[in-house]
């Protein structure tokens, strides 16, 4: 009967053939160590990485937890962070790998600053209605506190106990006490105390402060409230404070909040303020949702859609003008300069691309000084006070101006580059057939350079739509509109003049508005793509 021998299997194997099938395995990812990569330092990298990505994670969840973040923010952030590491340590999870941190980076680059203007859009959230419900509250008793008519002072000593606060206070008649937050006010003789040269240092385990170490912990100590039958006592300075007492309260439970100095009741409205019944207002407010109220403003209120019809017709003009005369001005030089007749091309071309590589917020507010009505280079040469941008139509034309100064460069570098890839060949044939040079820039040059170049003009068109740096710097939107109810002016585009909304209106700012005509904005720029992706598409099917 023949004999068996156990002998290790492959996997046991430290050496010889059984060592090269365990390598083999590991290469195949049929070990599971292949689930860690196939080398020591990916492992160590990858586990470094994971480390840091849910310490993060860790340090966010503890800090939302403290600041009192909603559930579904906290439940969120644990979810995604177990959900990395369950992709990036399992086996077979290679395409989710590749998609999760782009997915990760679009979310937060794209779909929730979207999304976040899109609720900005249905709320009031503006001057005096930016905090939430609780923090309104929070200020208004905060600001109910009021010092009481001949309320006694103390003379203050700050104390502390690690993380907490006391006060040794002593009154008018030497009465010395603790005062903690907790406790309220407590006579110094009935607690544990330690004297250096008659110098209280430690009152029942809370011990003296420096005025250094105090200033340090300067909003703490200001923040102390110390409560007493008749209110509260609170630091004037680091060596005084007073009695003060607090006259507003709010009842949840009747969502009103009272002032008992002057017995009025102020009930929450549906506005996101505290209102008195003969109309009394308390500041803050708080953001609501208001619905379609904003858009009803932007459409029905004369004062604001005027302006904006005008301001979204100028854009449009703006945009396509920028776009045709930066395109025109850079082929023009393209084609000149790509004469091989033309002497010292190459210095040319440099000095072509130097408003390209100028900052455009320097170079945007020198334009802005040459084109100064008394004072500027420009009026002083022509000898006459050009209004470049005092007067509506003069200031749209120089900032066409200046923005052909920034853009033709780039359309210079573009079409110069596409000039250089038409063969020559193509030109010889149509000069055998008897073109002519304008015949054959219409039926040769055009036709293939718009192949090359359509996808550039259509996001030239679309950048100038939203090119905030050169109206804001160069005008500042202005001269203004008249009778606009928001502020606006003749040389606004969309974007500038969402911002002027959001962060210039007369009364403070406006940010529920604001994020209403950038909503708007986009759908119009949506539009605008969607008619370039069939407008490009002929195109397309010419390069095939």
């Known amino acids: 009967m023949p004999t068996t021998t156990n002998t290790p299997g492959p996997e046991h194997t430290t050496s010889g053939p059984g060592r090269a099938s365990f390598a083999a395995a590991v290469r195949r990812g049929s070990h599971p160590l292949n689930r860690f990569g196939d080398s020591l330092t990916g492992i160590v990298v990858k586990l470094m990485l994971l480390a840091a990505v849910d310490g993060a994670a860790i340090f966010m969840v ?5 600041l ?12 995604a962070t177990i959900a990395l590491n369950w992709i990036y340590i399992g086996q077979g999870r290679l395409p989710a790998k590749y998609l999760i941190p782009g997915t990760i980076f679009l979310l937060i680059f794209q779909i929730y600053p979207f999304g976040y203007t899109f609720y900005i859009a249905f709320t009031n959230y503006g001057t005096g209605q930016i905090l939430t419900h609780e923090q309104a509250i929070e200020r208004i008793e905060t600001a109910s506190i009021r010092t009481l008519p001949g309320a006694e002072r103390f003379d203050a000593v700050p104390f502390a106990d690690g993380d907490d606060l006391g006060l040794l206070l002593t009154d008018e008649a ?24 008659d110098r209280i240092t430690v009152v029942d385990g809370y011990e003296r402060q420096s005025l250094g170490a105090a200033q340090d912990r300067l909003d703490d100590f200001t923040k102390l409230r110390i409560p007493v039958e008749d209110g509260e006592i609170q630091l004037i300075s680091l060596t005084s404070a007073t009695q003060r007492e607090q006259t507003r309260f709010y009842d949840p439970d009747t969502r009103t909040l009272t002032d008992v100095a002057t017995d009025t009741t102020y009930r929450a409205s549906d506005r996101g303020r505290f209102v008195s019944e003969d109309g009394e207002v308390l500041r803050p407010g708080w953001r609501v949702v208001v619905g379609t109220e904003n858009f009803v403003r932007a459409f029905a209120n004369e004062a604001i859609r005027g302006p904006f019809l005008r301001i979204m017709v100028w854009t449009y003009v703006f945009a396509f003008m920028s776009t045709l005369l930066t395109f025109a001005v850079g082929l023009g030089l393209a084609i000149t300069l790509n004469d091989p007749r033309v002497r010292g091309r190459k210095y040319i071309r ?3 691309i130097v408003p390209y590589a100028l900052p455009t917020f320097m170079t945007a507010l020198i334009w802005r000084g040459m084109m100064n009505r008394r004072f500027g280079v420009l009026n002083e040469i022509i000898g006459y006070q050009v209004p470049w941008l005092n007067d509506p139509m003069m200031a749209r034309a120089s900032v066409l101006l200046v923005n052909l100064w920034f853009g033709f460069p780039y359309m210079f570098l573009i079409c110069s580059a596409a000039l250089q890839s038409i063969p020559g060949d193509i030109y010889e044939a149509a000069s055998v057939d008897g073109a002519g040079g304008l015949g054959r820039f219409r039926r040769i040059t055009m036709p293939l350079l718009l192949v090359a170049t359509a996808p550039v003009l259509i996001s030239t068109f679309a950048f100038n739509f939203n090119n905030f740096n050169v109206i804001y710097l160069l005008t500042g939107g202005n001269p203004p509109i008249a009778g606009s109810a928001a502020p606006a002016g003749h040389t606004d585009i969309l974007i500038s003049y969402t911002y002027r909304i959001a962060f210039e209106s007369g009364g ?7 994020a209403t005509v950038a909503i708007l904005t986009f759908i119009l720029v949506a539009v605008i793509a969607v008619a370039s992706f069939k407008w490009m598409r002929p195109l397309e099917e010419v390069h095939e």
């Open 62 to 66: 503890l800090r939302m937890v403290a």
């Open 174 to 197: 030497e009465e010395v006490y603790l005062g903690t937050p907790e406790d309220g006010l407590l006579p110094v003789d009935e607690l544990e105390v330690e004297r250096v040269d």
């Open 508 to 514: 403070g700012q406006d940010y529920g508005l604001g």
């Open 350 to 352: 440099l000095a072509m």
């Open 68 to 79: 009192d973040a909603p559930w579904y923010a906290v439940a969120t952030t644990i979810v």
